[in-house]
């Protein structure tokens, strides 16, 4: 997030919040203030927008409505089949404010998103496969980390190549996110903790693992940092859809990313949005949107003029 900021010329980093002692924290810059996070509420007529960095399983619920009441936001919050709840949770206290909140930013939720819904827009005739991976997903790796008598971990998503090819074949399958996808978990334990529970609790959870096929592997901390240490991810959204009605054309749509660095995108997505946060409250408005609500030209740093000349 901070070397992203960097290349923003419109942007400045005021600081970093954390729950830590602050003395303790690292910047990955030089001369970065970094602030406890309960000095927040001291400092909001100094921050334009927040931007949100915590975990959605049990960091976002809290901290997206909480400082919704006091700043512009922006968040990556990723359980999608909870996205609703948040969004009300995050609105209420955002019009009370009468503040901005972006939630669900990154690129799923996020840029796909955006993608789904210009695909279903164009070809209202037709089915949407999104595919994750292969690679390390943030959320739920943090989930993972969450489980009690968990150290570490990391988790990849993994499409399956059958799935993939069924869609492009153009035969339009029924597939549930479990019939597209499996997930592997890397896990170091504590000492002495129920790697039985463990499995167990990670292959139940809830909007996370539970209907997929989920393994669960545990290693040592050594291997997690030999094999696991990078963030690499990406992912497809495939539209299949059909035109015309005595004659139809088939028509597919795909939109595609492969991350060399999954949070370093995610970061830099959220700054985008973060700019567009800004120009709605300056504007006068107020309240929770997501991704598919923000004008594209909001989350660039051109003039209208510069975007019909570069874009158009």
Same mark, same amino acid.
């Given at each position: 997030?901070? $070397?992203?900021?960097? $290349? ?41 927008? &927040? ?29 999608? %089949? ?11 206290? %955002? ?15 996020? &840029? ?12 209202? $005739? ?26 570490? %971990? ?9 799935? @993939? ?6 035969? &339009? ?31 139940? &959870? ?31 959204? @495939? ?6 009605? $005595? ?23 959220? @700054? ?31 003039? %209208? ?8």
């Amino acid at each position: 997030m901070e $070397q992203g900021i960097q $290349q923003n010329k419109d942007m400045k980093l005021l600081g970093i919040f954390t729950r830590r002692r602050p003395a303790t924290i690292k910047t990955a810059l030089e001369g970065v203030p970094v602030f406890h996070v309960d000095d927040a509420e001291k400092m909001t007529g100094e921050i334009d927008v &927040m931007i949100l960095c915590g975990g959605s399983a049990s960091d976002l619920p809290i901290q997206g409505p909480l400082f919704a009441g006091l700043f512009n936001t922006v968040d990556g919050y990723d359980a999608h %089949a909870r996205v609703p709840d948040y969004f009300q949770a995050v609105n209420s206290r %955002a019009l009370a404010a009468g503040k901005v909140s972006i939630i669900a930013g990154g690129w799923d939720p996020g &840029m796909f998103s955006v993608n789904r819904l210009y695909a279903e827009a164009i070809l209202p $005739q037709g089915n949407t496969y999104t595919f994750w991976g292969k690679g390390v997903s943030q959320g739920h790796s943090d989930a993972v980390r969450r489980v009690k008598g968990v150290q570490d %971990a990391k988790q990849y998503t993994i499409p399956l190549e059958k799935a @993939i090819e069924a869609v492009k074949s153009g035969h &339009m399958p029924e597939l549930t996110t479990g019939e597209r996808h499996r997930r592997e978990c890397f896990v170091v334990a504590e000492e002495g903790a129920d790697k039985l529970r463990i499995e167990q609790e990670i292959k139940t &959870m809830p909007d996370y693992f539970a209907g997929y096929d989920t393994t669960v592997h545990f290693i040592t901390a050594e291997e997690l940092k030999k094999h696991h240490s990078g963030i690499p991810h990406g992912g497809l959204v @495939i539209r299949y859809g059909k035109t015309g009605l $005595q004659k139809p054309h088939s028509h597919i749509i795909e939109y595609k990313i492969e991350l060399g660095s999954n949070p370093d995108f995610t970061a830099n997505v959220l @700054i985008a949005f973060a700019r567009a946060a800004y120009r709605l409250n300056k504007e006068g408005q107020s309240g929770a949107r997501t991704v598919v609500d923000i004008p594209p030209a909001y989350l660039s740093p051109k003039s %209208a003029a510069e975007i019909r000349k570069t874009f158009i």
